[in-house]
T-cell receptor
Framework: GENVEQHPSTLSVQEGDSAVIKCTYS??????FPWYKQELGKRPQLIID?????GEKKDQRIAVTLNKTAKHFSLHITETQPEDSAVYFC????????????FGTGTRLTIIP | DSGVTQTPKHLITATGQRVTLRCSPR?????VYWYQQSLDQGLQFLIQ???????AKGNILERFSAQQFPDLHSELNLSSLELGDSALYFC??????????????FGNGTRLTVT
């Protein structure tokens, strides 16, 4: 099955600086890569996603980049704000078999005011 | 509000007992997914249903079972509960059950505490 590794597990950055979270996956047939944000005690919420036919996607301060050859993708948050503090999960879906979404282990991002 | 409704919000029960968690998907969504999140852990996929039929199975224990009813709501049954089953259980729904076509929308979860 699909194996998704996410790094780092914790990340602290000064407010206004950038944060980068990286995920690697094992199945080269994977074709969909969403990122979810989970605030403390709340549900995961989709913040951005990218498909395998695109190398980069941006939405205001958030961007995701995909390197299919190396089988990794990254979440970039620029000009970080206190409300960005949360746990971020990457996920991968393989267009092979049952297409289930496999999540990474999560990154706890803390923005230091 | 995601439109996915989970009940109850909290559940406290004893070891050996059986509980049922309920999920109503967003209007128009045909697929339901169940995930387990233990304290400070990631999201472990349990099972997926699409239009009443089981579509995918993850790391779901034999003590756990689920089903999706004709009105598309789903129930997750947990039996012979153990302390390690204490976790947040999330339900998510999507339109067509193909997560690369339609994103998952999560409910607020049911927090299960087994004492």
């Amino acid at each position: 099955g699909e194996n998704v590794e996410q790094h780092p597990s914790t990340l602290s950055v000064q407010e206004g600086d950038s944060a980068v979270i990286k995920c690697t996956y094992s199945d080269s047939a994977s074709n969909y890569f969403p990122w979810y944000k989970q605030e403390l005690g709340k549900r995961p919420q989709l913040i951005i996603d990218i498909r395998s036919n695109v190398g980069e996607k941006k939405d205001q301060r958030i961007a995701v980049t995909l390197n299919k050859t190396a089988k990794h993708f990254s979440l970039h948050i620029t000009e970080t704000q206190p409300e960005d503090s949360a746990v971020y999960f990457c996920a991968v879906i393989s267009n092979f078999g049952n297409e289930k979404l496999t999540f990474g282990t999560g990154t706890r991002l803390t923005i230091i005011p | 509000d995601s439109g996915v409704t989970q009940t109850p919000k909290h559940l406290i029960t004893a070891t050996g007992q059986r509980v049922t968690l309920r999920c109503s998907p967003r209007s128009g969504d045909l697929s339901v997914y169940w995930y387990q999140q233990s304290l400070d852990q990631g999201l472990q996929f349990l099972i997926q249903y699409y239009n009443g039929e089981e579509r995918a199975k993850g790391n779901i224990l034999e003590r756990f079972s689920a089903q999706q009813f004709p009105d598309l709501h789903s129930e997750l049954n947990l039996s012979s509960l153990e302390l390690g089953d204490s976790a947040l259980y999330f339900c998510a729904s999507s339109v067509d059950g193909r997560a690369n076509n339609s994103p998952l929308h999560f409910g607020n979860g049911t927090r299960l505490t087994v004492t």
